[in-house]
């Protein structure tokens, strides 16, 4: 179990990603629950005033970063040396 010291620590550093435990100690404790839902709120605000990009994976989407290489180099270089 998580005390309220390390939940909030964890909310204020990652207040998008819930782990279980802190799941289970919200259910637990209305007042870190409160705190939980007042650090994502906060959150969004301060994303939008900064106007940076909204966070396309909402809960913890392991990072599946597929599609970056579009256009392959080796296709080209090839050709100048066969002359
Ligand atoms: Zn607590």
Do not use: W
Not at 45 to 52: C, E, G, M, Q
Request: hydrophobic share 30%; net charge positive.
């Amino acid at each position: 179990m998580l005390s309220c010291a390390e939940f909030r620590f964890q909310v204020g550093a990652e207040p998008r990603k819930q782990t279980v435990q802190q799941i289970l100690h919200g259910i637990g404790c209305p007042s870190c629950l409160r705190y939980l839902i007042a650090m994502r709120n906060l959150e969004r605000v301060l994303l939008k005033a900064f106007s940076v990009d909204p966070p396309s994976e909402h809960l913890s989407s392991g990072g599946s970063r597929l599609g970056t290489k579009a256009s392959d180099p080796s296709h080209h270089s090839s050709d100048k040396s066969q002359k």
